[in-house]
């Protein structure tokens, strides 16, 4: 019905399955268009990430010159024995997400005394595995392969899906909450801290530990170009702040992960502050929903419930589950941080029975 062929898209000829997807490109049906944006952006990654030619041809080599694994903090992550029933685990705070809103609450609560565990559904990669190929980091390292698109295919969308989640796979850009987005949560929404200068003082901490700064930026040539063009243009033009830890960090490869350790993201600062005070961490937890009492007459979160998959012999993550433990966990705590990012926040909170008013826009202008 797609096609019209009655063979599939697959066994037709090259020549046939250009002229389908020039006919979806042109049609007017939105849906058809929108197909034709999901198979041109899909092939594109795919090639990006798989051509053996690509990195030849651009001179941009698969991992940086003269790379060297960097020092790492070597964590400890709960392991759950093979059992038929759920495995409970108690604490004081779990927190559901290792990025960046996670991994500061973890420091900052385990610091203050409480029994804190981090869970995240994907798993750590030290710097020695680090950075990824294109390949390899799409697998490993992002949310759906790093192929996630709008309903209408119009923006593709880039989340992290490791330990560490976005401050992982980001580019070391660190900006403040901008003024007119803190007065929209303070005045729309009631929200009155984010405008205070308590919040400000929060803000400029997180930015300390990191070590963030862009004086010490060493501008690529494309950057260099649109730095100069602005000023000729009389554009004001300045360099996005970086938190790598107030040094020099120059490698390009930092979106498939920093193997040099220096990005202070919360695999490298949060994380390990955190688990130095006393928190726990536990990789390959995929939380299904969160636990309430209402014995009381309210709804009170006492703990989540999900599938925790271990990793296999060879402490991997590919394979079968068949040769790796698999098995339903129940964490009991006493508060309840769900840290899962825009994506997957929302719907773990819908799966827990929440009415959540999911508003995620994305105009592309």
């Given at each position: 019905?797609?096609?019209?062929?009655?063979?599939?898209?697959?066994?037709?000829?090259?020549?046939?399955?250009?002229?389908?997807?020039?006919?979806?490109?042109?049609?007017?049906?939105?849906?058809?268009?929108?197909?034709?944006?999901?198979?041109?952006?899909?092939?594109?990654s795919?090639?990006?990430?798989?051509?053996?030619?690509?990195?030849?041809?651009?001179g941009?080599?698969?991992?940086?010159?003269?790379?060297?694994?960097?020092?790492?903090?070597?964590?400890?992550?709960?392991?759950?024995?093979?059992?038929?029933?759920?495995?409970?685990?108690?604490?004081?705070?779990?927190?559901?997400?290792?990025?960046?809103?996670?991994?500061?609450?973890a420091?900052?609560?385990?610091?203050?005394?409480?029994?804190?565990?981090?869970?995240?559904?994907?798993?750590?990669?030290?710097?020695?595995?680090?950075?990824?190929?294109?390949?390899?980091?799409?697998?490993?390292?992002?949310?759906?392969?790093?192929?996630?698109?709008?309903?209408?295919?119009?923006?593709?969308?880039?989340?992290?899906?490791?330990?560490?989640?976005?401050?992982?796979?980001?580019?070391s850009?660190?900006?403040?909450?901008?003024?007119?987005?803190?007065?929209?949560?303070?005045?729309?929404?009631?929200?009155?801290?984010?405008?205070?200068?308590?919040?400000?003082?929060?803000?400029?901490?997180?930015c300390?530990?990191?070590g963030?700064?862009?004086?010490?930026?060493?501008?690529?040539?494309?950057?260099?170009?649109?730095?100069?063009?602005?000023?000729?243009?009389?554009?004001?033009?300045?360099?996005?702040?970086?938190?790598?830890?107030?040094?020099?960090?120059?490698c390009?490869?930092?979106?498939?992960?920093?193997?040099?350790?220096?990005?202070?993201?919360?695999?490298?600062?949060?994380?390990?502050?955190?688990?130095?005070?006393?928190?726990q961490?536990?990789?390959?937890?995929?939380?299904?929903?969160?636990?309430?009492?209402?014995s009381?007459?309210?709804?009170?979160?006492v703990?989540?419930?999900?599938?925790?998959i271990?990793?296999?012999?060879?402490?991997?993550?590919?394979?079968?589950?068949?040769?790796?433990?698999?098995?339903?966990?129940?964490?009991?705590?006493?508060?309840?941080?769900?840290?899962?990012?825009?994506?997957?926040?929302?719907?773990?909170?819908?799966?827990?029975?929440?009415?959540?008013?999911?508003?995620?826009?994305?105009?592309?202008?």
């Amino acid at each position: 019905m797609l096609t019209g062929y009655a063979a599939p898209l697959q066994q037709q000829s090259i020549p046939t399955r250009m002229a389908i997807l020039e006919k979806w490109r042109l049609s007017y049906l939105p849906p058809l268009n929108a197909i034709h944006k999901q198979f041109i952006f899909i092939a594109k990654s795919l090639w990006l990430k798989t051509s053996p030619t690509f990195h030849r041809i651009s001179g941009f080599p698969v991992v940086p010159s003269h790379w060297k694994p960097g020092p790492y903090f070597e964590y400890e992550f709960i392991q759950i024995p093979s059992g038929s029933e759920p495995q409970v685990i108690e604490t004081d705070v779990v927190i559901l997400g290792s990025g960046c809103g996670g991994a500061v609450c973890a420091k900052n609560l385990a610091e203050a005394g409480h029994r804190v565990l981090v869970v995240d559904k994907s798993y750590y990669y030290p710097p020695p595995q680090l950075p990824m190929t294109e390949e390899q980091g799409g697998i490993h390292l992002f949310e759906n392969g790093g192929v996630e698109v709008t309903d209408d295919s119009s923006i593709s969308i880039i989340a992290g899906s490791t330990w560490g989640g976005g401050g992982t796979i980001n580019w070391s850009a660190s900006l403040q909450t901008q003024g007119f987005v803190r007065k929209e949560w303070a005045q729309d929404r009631g929200l009155t801290f984010f405008e205070t200068a308590e919040f400000q003082n929060c803000l400029d901490r997180v930015c300390h530990r990191m070590g963030v700064s862009a004086e010490h930026i060493r501008h690529n040539h494309g950057n260099e170009v649109l730095l100069e063009g602005s000023r000729k243009l009389g554009y004001h033009a300045k360099a996005v702040p970086q938190n790598t830890g107030g040094t020099e960090h120059y490698c390009g490869h930092c979106t498939l992960g920093c193997g040099a350790g220096q990005k202070q993201g919360p695999v490298n600062s949060w994380l390990p502050d955190a688990a130095k005070a006393g928190a726990q961490s536990m990789e390959g937890f995929q939380v299904e929903k969160v636990l309430f009492d209402q014995s009381s007459g309210t709804k009170k979160a006492v703990g989540v419930k999900g599938l925790w998959i271990s990793r296999n012999s060879r402490g991997g993550v590919d394979g079968p589950f068949s040769g790796r433990v698999v098995r339903e966990g129940i964490v009991k705590a006493k508060r309840v941080i769900v840290s899962c990012g825009t994506l997957w926040s929302p719907i773990i909170l819908l799966n827990s029975g929440l009415k959540v008013s999911y508003n995620l826009y994305l105009r592309n202008r």
